[in-house]
């Protein structure tokens, strides 16, 4: 049976896959390869391990941005940002219902997974 593989480990072997398949379009003599592939099935075997490894990149949790601290109203404000597409997320203090209670776990434009917590925690 096989045993369970990570995401990253998932995306490391379609990127190398894609590699492989996307450097035979390149000047690829016309006809098949050795496996009877043509170089258009190559072309589409890369473009569909790149749809692959893009959906498991956003199943890989990333911290997300801080980039400053701002103050206000006697509170000290740290904004979050989405470390893809840079949405804003969150702010503290009131961050901590969304992370705790609600568990807002995803960007909502790109949807990709947000590591919240602390780092030493993993």
Not at 65 to 72: A, D, E, L
């Amino acid at each position: 049976m096989p045993r369970d593989m990570t995401n990253k480990e998932a995306k490391e072997i379609l990127y190398s896959i894609r590699s492989y398949y996307a450097s035979m379009t390149v000047g690829f003599p016309k006809g098949k390869d050795v496996l009877g592939i043509d170089d258009i099935m190559c072309s589409e075997i890369a473009n569909a391990c790149l749809m692959g490894i893009v959906a498991l990149e956003k199943d890989i949790g990333k911290r997300p941005i801080q980039p400053h601290t701002r103050s206000g109203m006697g509170y000290d404000y740290h904004d979050y940002y989405c470390p893809v597409c840079n949405t804003f997320l969150v702010h503290e203090p009131e961050g901590e219902k969304w992370k705790q209670e609600i568990g807002w776990s995803r960007c909502g434009k790109c949807g990709q997974k947000i590591l919240w917590g602390d780092p030493d925690d993993e």
